[in-house]
């Protein structure tokens, strides 16, 4: 499996040197709002785990991989680790930029540093899992074109059922965990401090690491549930 | 007597094409070449075989084992050699060497080097620079650098030039002598079957014409020519791909002695069939089954 993300990046190796500079150069656009920000880093990091994918198709070498003497599940779960490795790097890439541009633009009262934070770190991580975790079975079972085709659909999809999950915790428990009309209200304003506020308002008694625990078992959850139907999809998809 | 493959009852169906019934087998230290017209099914049997595409029903065994089930074990037995081979332009010749390598534990980096050099395929090169013959070439360095023990190669010979094609053709002779290893690979070129197949396999529609020995092909079967007149609904059953023209007909049998004895006394020759012969007759004649 490791072999697999070697030769991800050993193919690609080329690629991975302008790509620090440009992510750099294309977060400077967005320094005036963290939520921009901390958006347009999900999004770059997402389009660079999108590279591999994309160069594999461009060169049809699924078609080599799939006569390597490894098995389909390792095929799946090596693409993910690939995309796990291109997250962490996002990740680095968007704290040094954040600490970079604060320290240049000290005096234009820009200040990106709340965002170099676990809360920071943790919506960066969320974000960028979570859109590799839903992307990832519809590109095993459509390919690289179709499938980006059909994600935005889908996010819309997610985003409606995550809705409705709120209206009905509304409902329940009379709180809100979506704070879209606040981040509306107050765009400059960073959603981490709401972020965090949630964290300690949700309930007194939960405590910072149970919430944590929570989340991880939540993406674990994903990721499984995620892998298993990228396996099965590509267990039968023509090579 | 081993068989390196074994397929039975393999059906594959697309939407606008099945692979109906195929059954064939392969014993080790033998040749087989793979023939029929574009479209008649032997890339598909060929990715069927290595696991790439999902059969609907039947066996195909590698080795004695199941091609699904001991999926990872057979591919590193197997040399492939896929008819447009797709490596990402920019790499050099030795760093797909070297992903190559990761992946089989039998590679030989010597070998793959001493073939680059056999086969003129300049190891510093980008593969975009390659020419299609050149890239073939490399495909085959790399099928035979993990000492395979099955080569199945689709349409290998395609766009070699006729002094290399000869060699590789001795070079598959040579591999299959220790009588472990087969050869499987899909042709056009008829020539090259006449010279090594030890067994030829005639894939039409999806369906398999025959899959017999070459010797066998030869004896049994025959070309037979004659006039117009010659021919109705009971002497048409006799052949295969009857083609008709305003001179007279040609087509094939399988069965001379019955052909000698239904047309006694008829005006017709029979003569030795060449493979072009069979191809022609049998993908663009009437086909009776």
Redesign the interface.
Known sequence: ML?LC??DF??TR?FWIPVPFFFVILLSTFIFSELLFLTAAVILTFIMTLSIPL?EEY???E??I???????PSVVIARYLTSFFIIIIGMILFMISSLFYSSIFKENQIDLKSVVSFEGGMLFLGFSLLFTLLFFPLYFRLGTGKALFSFPAFLIAVSAVIWLINKILVLITGKSFLLIKNVQANIIKSPIHYFSEWILNINKGISLALFILILAVVFTGLTLVSISLSIKSY??K?? | MTLALDIKKLNKKYSDFTLKDISLQLPSGFIMGLIGPNGAGKTTLIKLILNMTRRQSGVIKVFGRDNIIHDKEIKSRIGFVHEEPHYPGYLKVKEIGSVFSRFYSNWNKNRFFNLCREFTVPENKRINALSRGTKMKLSLALALSHDADFLLMDEPTTGLDPVFRRELLKRFSRIIQDEKKAVLFSTHITSDLERTADYITYIHQGEILFSITKDQLFEEWALVKGGNEILNPETQKLFKGLRKSSYGFKALTSDKEKVRTNLSGQNYVMEKPSLDDIMFLLSKGEINA
Do not use: C, D, G, L
Request: glycine share 0%; no cysteine; aromatic share 26%.
């Open positions: 072999k070697w030769k050993y193919i080329f160069i060169y049809r070498t078609e080599i799939a006569s390597f003497p490894i098995s389909h267990k039968f023509e090579k």
